[in-house]
């Protein structure tokens, strides 16, 4: 079967958050499963100087006017991937989402040359029969097979987050290419704007999203506004757990580590440590537990919890810190309450992929308090790392941590700690829930060894997205 997945992130090349994972890790399952699974992706300076053009350019008209655009052929470490080169859009290194003036321009085009190829196929005869696109960049893509000519490929939508939604003004119709009767409530309308992902959630054949909760949570009171429409295509909408990709989050493997270790040789994890605390300006030692968060710094992620905590933490003697980048004031934040507990809170504004894989390694807690999160990828890597992971109960936290209960320590399956409301002190209960474990040793080993044994692998997601796409009717 012919898929292309339509994506605005791929890492290791450009990455902002999860997003890029996934990218990396579900279409190459799929393709060990033995479907022809291809990315289409714009051509990112990071992106054309890294991998190698395989074949034959496919000339495109010069999308939404922006220029010269065609599609290359390439390929990174087995996977097939298509480069929507348009340099006048996507000639910029950086954030891909940092250029607003242009943003729906650069990401209709990338929808309107997925339509393309499913409709017409590529210089080199490949035709795909289903699109799938991921999150808003992709979202028009549906729009543009459905008001378009010629055949007509499957579509799918994944939601990775709902609340980026890509809602721009309706004097773009015209120059998006829309035409005038796509502008209803049925079509790419939503109050009054043009809204990407709202399109793409309204016209796909089907809709994905990346937890089970999460897919229950966004036809509720989560759904920044799409609730009632995918209340409506309840029946159309599917929520699949994202996996960890072994080839780059494992401990016995893992590059960026000081010493590796496994669930058979846990004691070689512990030289991580120090080498962690020393890189952060934190004091060298394992009496103090270790609290890490590593988060896009944004309000949905919940952080503002944790520094409501900052002095509880330094007062029962453990250590905090945060590797993060985002909204300034948070950063601002962070900053200052690493002034005031030098030694015991540090703060490493930026991004740094290096860092955060020293972080699994060495945190004995990993802190998720997201108001709301789809899936979530870090309370899966702290599992994988032997590092306990503290959540919020939403979204994909609820489906892939048990929380430490008497019930579930006895019957071996806690991996971690939950909290419900959404408040400093609720975190804070669950972090003294934390501290006392850690104060028993054996039962904290335990409780690392289920974490460290829990296989959140790709093929089972992989194997649910080919059974999604066969539930769709017609010839593939
Ligand atoms: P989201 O996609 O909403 O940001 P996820 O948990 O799915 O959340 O994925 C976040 C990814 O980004 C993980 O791979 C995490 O390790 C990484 N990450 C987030 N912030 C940083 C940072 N400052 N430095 C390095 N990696 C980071
Ligand atoms: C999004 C979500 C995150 C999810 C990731 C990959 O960025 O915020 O929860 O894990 O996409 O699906």
């Known amino acids: 079967m012919r898929v292309l997945f339509v994506a605005s992130e791929l890492f290791p090349f450009v990455k902002v958050g999860g997003l890029g994972d996934v990218m990396a890790a579900l279409p190459r399952a799929m393709r060990v499963l033995g479907a022809d ?38 390929e990174a470490d087995g996977l097939p991937l298509y480069l929507l080169d348009q340099p006048a859009f996507f000639g910029r ?21 997925a339509a393309h190829l499913g409709r017409a196929g590529a210089a080199d005869g490949w035709r795909p029969a289903l699109l799938h696109g991921h999150d808003w960049p992709a979202g028009l893509m549906p729009a543009y097979v459905t008001y378009g000519e ?11 987050n709902i609340a980026f939604q890509g809602r721009f003004a309706s004097s773009l119709l015209e120059p998006l290419g829309l035409p005038a009767a796509s502008f209803t409530p049925e079509g790419v309308e939503f109050h009054g704007d043009i809204g990407f ?43 699949i757990l994202n996996g960890v990709d072994r080839t780059v989050w494992n401990p016995a493997t893992d590059p960026h580590l000081v010493s590796r270790y496994d669930l058979k040789h846990p004691s070689r994890r512990l030289p991580n440590r120090p080498d962690f605390q020393h890189r952060l300006g934190l004091e060298e030692g394992a009496a103090a537990p270790l609290f890490v968060a590593i ?24 250590q905090l810190a945060v590797i993060g980048t985002g909204d300034p004031h948070a950063e601002g934040a962070f900053r200052q309450a690493a002034q005031r507990h030098p030694g015991r809170v540090a703060a490493f504004i930026g991004y740094d992929e290096a860092l955060a894989h020293r972080a699994f390694a060495a945190a004995d807690v990993i802190l998720v308090p997201s108001r709301q999160e789809p899936c979530g990828l870090t309370q899966l890597y702290a599992q994988a790392y032997g590092a306990l992971p503290l959540v919020r109960r939403t979204g994909g936290l609820a489906d892939t941590v048990v929380g430490v209960t008497p019930g579930t320590l006895a019957d071996g399956s806690a991996t971690g700690f939950q909290f419900d409301a959404p408040t400093g002190w609720a ?6 829930d934390a501290l006392d474990l850690f104060q028993d040793g054996a039962a904290w080993r335990q409780v690392q ?28």
């Not at 291809?38 to 053009?53: G, M, N």
């Not at 055949?151 to 990775?160: E, F, G, L, S, W």
């Not at 988060?295 to 453990?318: C, I, Q, T």
């Not at 975190?427 to 003294?432: F, K, P, T, Y």
């Open 37 to 74: 699974v291809r990315l289409l992706i714009p051509a990112y300076p990071e992106l054309r100087a890294a991998v190698r053009v395989t074949g034959e350019a496919t000339p495109l008209p010069a999308l939404m006017g922006g220029g010269p655009a065609r599609l290359l052929p390439a």
């Open 427 to 432: 975190l804070g209960e669950a972090i003294n």
């Open 150 to 160: 010629g055949p007509r490929p499957a579509t799918v939508m994944t939601i990775h």
């Open 197 to 239: 992902l709202k399109a793409g959630l309204k016209l796909a054949d089907r809709i994905c999203t990346v937890s089970p909760t999460y897919a229950r949570e966004i036809q509720q009171a989560g759904g920044h506004g799409l609730e009632g429409l995918l209340a409506h295509r309840n029946g159309h909408l599917q929520g």
């Open 93 to 113: 290194p950086g954030n891909p989402y940092d250029h607003p003036a242009d943003l729906p321009h650069r990401f209709a085009a990338l929808a309107w040359a």
């Open 295 to 318: 988060s896009r710094l944004d309000p949905l992620k919940g952080l503002d919890l944790v520094l409501d905590n900052v002095d509880h933490l330094v007062a029962r003697g453990a």
């Open 449 to 476: 060894r289920q974490g460290m044994a829990a296989r959140f692998g790709w093929e089972g997601p992989a194997r649910t997205y080919l059974e999604l796409y066969g539930t769709i009717p017609g010839e593939r």
